[in-house]
């Protein structure tokens, strides 16, 4: 199964009882397994879960680390992105290179773009040494 049509079937099982936005997500990784992810949502908001995070908790809850890539769907079809929290924890395990699929529907072809386009000069390991050295200078 393709892995938009992987995300198309986790947004199956999304609980979105708040926005009816729903989302699902197929993360892949470096050696080919795909894990699965819809968003959860809270009645307080703040505790819902993204899809993307419910997929990669799910990889890294099994001990992956590497990733390939991700595709992202929406009941709309609508070429949803990972909103900037899910692509900041996407950067934590990804390199900018990274590739992100995101559905626009069956009669269009899915959009593409790396990590590096959508979050560019992210916070990473790095950055917060480089900050760290900086104030023990």
Do not use: W
Not at 71 to 96: I, K, N, W
Not at 104 to 121: C, F, I, M, Q, V
């Amino acid at each position: 199964m393709e892995l938009v049509e992987q995300a198309r079937a986790a947004l199956e099982h999304a609980h979105a009882p708040y926005s009816s936005y729903t989302v699902g997500a197929a993360i892949e990784t470096t050696e080919g397994t795909v894990y699965t992810g819809c968003n959860l949502e809270n009645a307080n908001y703040s505790n819902s879960l993204h899809a993307e995070e419910v997929a990669i908790g799910s990889a890294l809850s099994e001990g992956h680390r590497e990733f390939a890539r991700i595709a992202v769907s929406s009941g709309a079809r609508d070429g949803v992105t990972p909103c900037g929290m899910c692509r900041q924890t996407l950067a934590e395990f990804c390199d900018e290179t990274f590739e992100i699929i995101c559905d626009t529907g069956e009669n269009s072809a899915p959009k593409r773009y790396t990590l590096g386009e959508l979050l560019p000069d992210t916070i990473s390991e790095s950055t917060l040494d480089r900050h760290a050295e900086d104030h023990h200078a």
